[in-house]
């Protein structure tokens, strides 16, 4: 065996990479379980990528057969149903997931010099994967897949001179129909290996600055660190154990929880749906893109704009922070913020589910006004970060010298 | 050795064969591109004819054209009042009733909220006595003009003639 080792690695290093890489990697010695979620997404991506590849090869995207090919695969095909119910519940937990990877970034400063290439992958990485749900959503081909595509397409058209044609060129007609779900469906094929392509550039960006950890420091010396294998091979199994428990519990037993029952119906272009809602991990951002309704003829553009800046906004996040210290943990200030802003998405999460004229408090108080005031929350949580830090009003607790 | 003018012609050089690669990429990438524009069997699907005869006042239908719903109401004399009668209020996007139903007892509207493209609910869901889009909100008058909500535009006018008292063609022939 070492001998044949010893052959490969004298033309490709790979011993030496998976020590250095892996098994050796210094990794800090006080990682919390917040740290799970990056190697839990790399789970997920694995799980969808696999499911993705064997329900691809039972199904047709044809406007007139998918919605039947998705029962077939349900009904007929042998394990059809774990294959598509792991496939859609899998998406919700790759938000889940990814979503407490992102927060556990901004709580512990993880995006600051010198990770801002890492945080920037980590981004493209999150932009894709909305793409790719979204796109993924349409296949099915029932009236939630429809309309959410009719809508998402639609926020094309909010462009100026070129959005109409944009749109027409996206759908391939005049309207969703038959070439759109063809080009989603080789699309969502491609994007996950892409994605896949940028987990790569986000390892090796994490590898060339190695791991951020709770306290924000420096490591100084090699007490700092533990060596990757079998310290945080162990952890993350064990995360991959708990993680797998809470997926099976929904694949099995709740396996329609986050689906629409108006998906089960075939799309049909003539009628919307009484309420149309996105998928969970889009609401927060819906939400956003309904309250900009007070501008008039501008509404429609702004609001498309408030939604991508709600993402992008994260882009230049490393360069809002003036702190001189990075983890949350010894920033008071920072710290009360981010839980306002993490209270913020959940309450706009739930005012984009509801319809858009709702209204709490028999009627006082619109679900509008709601929205328009947690969106201002939202970037005012990048606007407060910047101004506590760079005008020096906050004061940092003391650091630790050394972990 | 290597002189000055070596120096930008090789720089000429390098320049024009950048521009020629990039060139060449455009070109290679347009019928890429293209694919994505609706195909001929999409173009040709122009017109729908429908026949009107058996609308009675104040009823409404949804018919396919170009894979999208068209509306088509037979308006009541009430509904055509309330429309003239918005004519001369300050509209988002300001348009004459008479301008936008050829004949004033049909009115024929694209039913794709100018917002993100919902179908709007049938006649008399909305306020003003319109079409409520159930998406995020839009309200439009009996004449599909937009009178509050996000939508930016009125609900467009499709091109439409009656070929006969009866028969009404939607799209151009």
Known sequence: ?403 | MVTESDESRRDFLTLATGAVGAAGVAGAAWPFVKSWSPSADVLSQATTEVDVSGLAPGQMITVPWQGKPVFVLRRTPAQIEAARKADNEALPDPAKDADRAKKPEYLVLLALCTHLGCVPQPIGTGNFGGFLCPCHGSHYDTSGRIRQGPAPKNLPVPHYEFKDEKTLVIGKV
Request: aromatic residues 18%; hydrophobic residues 50%; contains cysteine.
């Open chain 1, 1 to 403: 065996m070492s001998k044949i080792m010893e052959w490969v690695d004298a033309r490709l290093p790979v011993t030496e990479l998976l020590k250095s890489q892996a098994t050796e990697y210094p990794t800090p010695k006080n990682l919390n379980y917040w740290w799970n979620f990056g190697s839990l997404a790399l789970l997920v991506l694995i799980i969808m990528i696999a499911t993705g590849l064997f329900l691809a090869m039972h199904y047709k995207a044809d406007a007139n057969q998918s919605f039947d090919v998705v029962e077939h695969i349900m009904r007929d095909v042998n394990y059809g149903w774990l294959l598509r119910y792991a496939h859609a519940n899998g998406a919700s937990f790759f938000f889940m997931v990814v979503y407490v990877h992102i927060l556990r970034g901004m709580y512990y400063g993880s995006y600051r010099q010198p990770r801002e290439i890492l945080w920037w992958f980590g981004i493209i990485i999150f932009f894709m994967m909305m793409g790719t749900a979204f796109m993924g959503y349409v296949l099915p081909w029932g009236q939630m897949s429809y309309w959410g595509a009719a809508v998402i397409t639609n926020l094309m058209s909010a462009i100026p001179v070129i959005g109409e044609d944009l749109v027409v060129w996206i759908w391939g007609g005049f309207s969703v129909g038959d070439p759109t779900l063809n080009r989603f469906f080789a699309l969502h094929f491609l994007l996950p290996l892409v994605i896949f392509g940028v987990v790569i550039l986000h390892l090796w960006a994490l590898h060339a600055v190695h791991s951020n950890n709770p306290d924000g420091i420096d490591l100084h010396d090699a007490k700092d660190s533990i060596p990757f294998h079998p310290y945080y091979t162990i952890k993350d199994f064990y995360g991959y154990g708990i993680f797998m428990i809470i997926f099976c519990i929904f694949v099995f037993y709740a396996p329609n929880f986050f689906l629409e029952p108006d998906n089960y119906i075939p799309a049909n272009p003539m009628q919307t749906p009484a309420h149309i809602v996105p998928e969970w991990y889009f609401l927060p951002f819906y939400a956003i893109l309904r309250s900009i309704d007070f501008l008039g003829s501008f509404s429609k553009l702004a609001g498309v704009l408030a939604m991508v800046g709600a993402i992008m906004i994260l882009f230049v996040l490393p360069f809002l922070d003036r702190s001189p210290v990075r983890s949350f943990r010894y920033r008071p200030l920072s710290k009360q913020l981010f839980w306002i802003f993490v209270v913020d998405c959940i309450v706009l999460g739930w005012v984009g589910y509801n319809p858009a004229d709702a209204t709490i408090f028999n009627g006082a108080l619109p679900l509008i006004i709601i929205g328009r005031t947690c969106t201002a929350i939202y970037f005012g949580y990048f606007f407060l970060l910047w101004a506590i830090t760079a005008l020096d009003i906050e004061k940092h607790q003391p650091v630790p010298k050394s972990i």
